[in-house]
Nanobody
Framework: QVQLVESGGGLVQAGGSLRLSCAAS????????MGWFRQAPGKEREFVAA????????YYADSVKGRFTISRDSAENMVYLRMNNLNPEDTAGYYC???????????????????WGQGTQVTVSS
């Protein structure tokens, strides 16, 4: 069993930056992928970014590519999401998630993950 706890959300002005953190408890195996998703009010949850635990291969949604950076610290069981040049469309609840196994990039970028955190709110004012 893996438990995920996010932190780092808050209120920021457009153009600003935030770094989200996700602390994972329990064993994270090399087969895992870790992802960040977000959900705005009235919208479906959407993929933001993901990273494979062993090789550190990263994936990004087109809407955040070049602005967001996902990283992990294997020794500390931490996953981070650095968000730069934020805009009001980035306002959402952000969720950390863990996927036990995957066979393709498609599986990494959809929201069929095994474990989820409780989320952290990011609000970007214009």
């Amino acid at each position: 069993q893996v438990q995920l706890v996010e932190s780092g959300g808050g209120l920021v002005q457009a153009g600003g930056s935030l770094r989200l953190s996700c602390a994972a408890s329990g064993r994270i195996f090399s087969t895992y992928a870790m992802g960040w998703f977000r959900q705005a009010p009235g919208k479906e949850r959407e993929f933001v970014a993901a990273i494979t635990w062993s090789a550190g291969i990263t994936y990004y949604a087109d809407s955040v590519k070049g602005r967001f950076t996902i990283s992990r610290d294997s020794a500390e069981n931490m996953v981070y999401l650095r968000m730069n040049n934020l805009n009001p469309e980035d306002t959402a609840g952000y969720y950390c998630a863990a996927k036990r196994t995957y066979r393709s990039s498609w599986q990494i970028t959809n929201n069929d993950y095994d474990y989820w955190g409780q989320g952290t709110q990011v609000t970007v004012s214009s």
